[in-house]
Nanobody, 116 residues
Framework: VQLQASGGGWVQAGGSLRLSCQVS????????MGWYRQAPGKQRELVAA?????NYVDSVKGRFTISRDNAKNTVYLQMNSLKPEDTAVYYCKGQFFTGQKFVDYWGQGTQVTVSS
């Protein structure tokens, strides 16, 4: 199972980025996918999740949108109106049922830097 994250970069405050996380090696349909972030010196936090519905941390509501394309086995995080406090390493995570239990798989991080 591989989760390949991409799309990070540097952007000025107010700008936009779209993160992608492509999943391979396991069935993608029907599972819960999430984007997390970890800023220096802080704990990793859940930013957005998508399953049968979507959920967002309060700080990104109205600015970020999580979506998925089952045909491409990919989950996206569209980030608009970015702020310097959004600077972090962003990780995707998928929770998959392996036939016996649910297992979490993580992608590698992608750095997002927002300058003021």
């Amino acid at each position: 199972v591989q989760l390949q994250a991409s799309g990070g970069g540097w952007v000025q405050a107010g700008g936009s980025l779209r993160l992608s996380c492509q999943v391979s090696g396991i069935s993608f349909r029907g599972n819960v996918m999430g984007w997390y972030r970890q800023a220096p010196g802080k704990q990793r936090e859940l930013v957005a999740a998508i399953g049968s519905s979507t959920n967002y941390v309060d700080s990104v509501k109205g600015r970020f949108t999580i979506s998925r394309d089952n045909a491409k086995n990919t989950v996206y995080l569209q980030m608009n109106s970015l702020k310097p406090e959004d600077t972090a390493v962003y990780y995707c995570k998928g929770q998959f049922f392996t036939g016996q239990k649910f297992v979490d798989y993580w992608g590698q991080g992608t750095q997002v830097t927002v300058s003021s």
